[in-house]
């Protein structure tokens, strides 16, 4: 299952940097989805992470993309349909014929 | 059958084999396994490339067919996963030609696009006090009451998916609807683990936006 929060700490594989000193929200909220991805570079996702110890309103702007993550999960529909008869009975034949 | 997402690479192969034996030996629990497993993220592919879910049910089980009565030419070079899809996809590319539609991952750079995340007006300009962060900052949306998304709202997240990019519903679909690792989109559809992530960033963001302008209005 992927991440739809922040990384573990240390993982930041296919790692993206920023040459800047600090984090902006306009900047930030570009940069949410690679930090949840852990695909910031450690220097960024040390910015990353000041500038929500910072910005209540950035950790709100989170909580919508984490909440929008989750709302989406529920539209998973449990059950496939099912499998169409004419697959089914080749797969009969196969059985029939001794696989 | 474990999801291929949460097996290492020498366990895929185990269960592949598995797989393989079951379906040459007409096996139709495993079969159906298999199928209930593959078919989401199935639709949702073939459905990127053509005008109609018909088409995209279509394609799903000429796929099928396609497998079930050609699982002894299959080599096991690649994961039984990558070859379901390598069918898919070229039956999807045969109908998507018929259709004259552009397929969705030719070869156009994702980055061609400028589409910022959040509306550039919510944001100080570079003449304010503190350009760059927010001007009109985002509310919270969560009350302790109202855990869970309501009908309505979920409608509302539904109308918004699909006015997404078909890329970026595909994506959004495969990883936050289906739950697939970014691993698994980047190999079933030959993306860069930087497209795929910049398709889930635009869609994730239309989606937020969408789902903010509509609970705020709901909330006055």
């Not at chain 2, 949460?6 to 396994?33: H, I, K, M, N, S």
Request: charged share 25%.
């Amino acid at each position: 299952m992927h991440s739809s929060g922040p990384p573990q700490k240390g993982h930041c594989a296919g790692a993206i940097d920023l040459p800047v000193d600090e984090v902006t929200c306009q900047q930030f909220v570009e940069l949410v989805t690679q930090y949840f991805e852990g695909a910031l570079a450690p220097r960024t996702l040390t910015q990353v992470e000041e500038h929500l110890v910072m910005c209540d309103w950035c950790v709100t702007y989170v909580e919508h993309v984490q909440a929008t993550i989750a709302s989406l999960s529920q539209l998973r529909e449990e059950r496939s349909p099912e499998p169409p008869h004419a697959v089914l009975a080749a797969l009969r034949a196969r059985k029939a014929g001794g696989g | 059958m474990r999801p291929e997402s949460t097996l290492a690479p020498a366990q895929v192969a185990v269960q592949d084999e598995q797989t393989v034996a079951a379906l040459r030996a007409g096996d139709e629990w495993a079969f159906r396994d298999l199928y209930a497993r593959t078919y989401p993220m199935m639709k949702r592919v073939a459905r990127a490339y053509v005008a109609s879910d018909a088409v995209a049910e279509e394609i799903v089980q000429e796929t099928w067919m396609a497998v079930v009565t050609g699982i002894d030419r299959f080599e096991g070079r690649s994961a039984l996963g990558t070859w379901i899809f390598s069918i898919l996809t070229n039956q999807a590319k045969t109908h998507s030609a018929r259709e004259s539609r552009a397929l969705p991952f030719s070869s156009v750079a994702v980055r061609d696009a400028n589409e910022p995340a959040v509306d550039p007006d919510r944001f100080q300009k570079d003449e304010d006090a503190w350009p760059g962060h927010w001007a009109t900052p985002p509310r919270p949306w969560q009350k302790p009451e109202r855990r869970l998304l309501s009908l309505e709202a979920r409608g509302h997240l539904k109308a918004a998916l699909a006015q997404l990019p078909d890329r970026q519903r595909l994506i959004v679909g495969l990883r936050d609807i289906e739950g697939h690792s970014a691993a698994e989109v980047c190999d079933r559809l030959g993306l860069s683990r930087e497209n795929q992530r910049v398709l889930l960033h635009r869609g994730r963001s239309r989606l937020r936006a969408a789902l903010e302008e509509y609970l705020e209005t709901a909330d006055l």
